[in-house]
T-cell receptor
């Protein structure tokens, strides 16, 4: 079946502009995660959605970052007033269930964000 | 919170040799330890994982070992091939979201 998809694949924006990044998880997966990968670095957790529960926002670096998940499926990550340090690859992952946290997380191809 | 350290940061081996990458974690509540392979410009792909109720798992040329007492786990790749060249990340689950905390990655280069 189809894997996790993300759009756009690349986004170049000017400092101060807002951007929206989209994630389509694998159908039927209830858990959705956003991570950020800066150049040459590991992945950094941002936010987590599980079903209709309130999201876990503990990884968001500032209040300029927000995310929503509509209908328990598609998710959008929004970065307001972008800064150059926001430049990174933003990766989305989904898993079938989050219970116990031992389910495999499948990653999307990522969105490469460049803030000029 | 969880802290995962990964060594070495770069590793070069001759084709056919073995490669070992080591990780340590800090949160004793972590119970899931996946390894991801990431080729340049591609998404991370799960290659093997281990849960805390076992000490070792093998899948063909790849094996992972876990020592819960010492809080460390390792990836072993035998009979390396040039296509094994990539960045490898270890991770451990933690936190209320059971999110993955990743190591900083190991750039593996297999020389033909």
């Amino acid at each position: 079946g189809a894997g996790v998809s993300q759009s756009p694949s690349n986004k170049v924006t000017e400092k101060g502009k807002d951007v929206e990044l989209r994630c389509d998880p694998i159908s039927g997966h209830t858990a959705l995660y956003w991570y950020r990968q800066s150049l040459g670095q590991g992945l950094e957790f941002l936010i987590y959605f599980q079903g209709n529960s309130a999201p876990d926002k503990s990884g968001l670096p500032s209040d300029r970052f927000s995310a929503e998940r509509t209908g328990g499926s598609v998710s959008t990550l929004t970065i307001q007033r972008t800064q150059q340090e926001d430049s990174a690859v933003y990766l989305c992952a989904s898993s079938l269930l989050a219970g116990g946290g031992t389910d495999t997380q499948y990653f999307g191809p990522g969105t490469r964000l460049t803030v000029l | 919170g969880e802290n995962v350290e990964q060594h070495p940061s770069t590793l070069s081996v001759q084709e056919g040799d073995s490669a070992v990458i080591k990780c340590t974690y800090s949160d004793s509540a972590s119970n899931y330890f996946p390894w991801y392979k990431q080729e340049l410009g591609k998404r991370p792909q799960l290659i093997i994982d281990i849960r805390s109720n076992v000490g070792e798992k093998k899948d063909q040329r790849i094996a992972v070992t876990l020592n819960k007492t010492a809080k460390h786990f390792s990836l072993h790749i035998t009979e390396t091939q040039p296509e094994d060249s990539a960045v490898y990340f270890c991770a451990a689950n933690s936190g209320s979201a059971r999110q993955l905390t990743f190591g900083s990655g190991t750039q593996l280069t297999v020389l033909p």
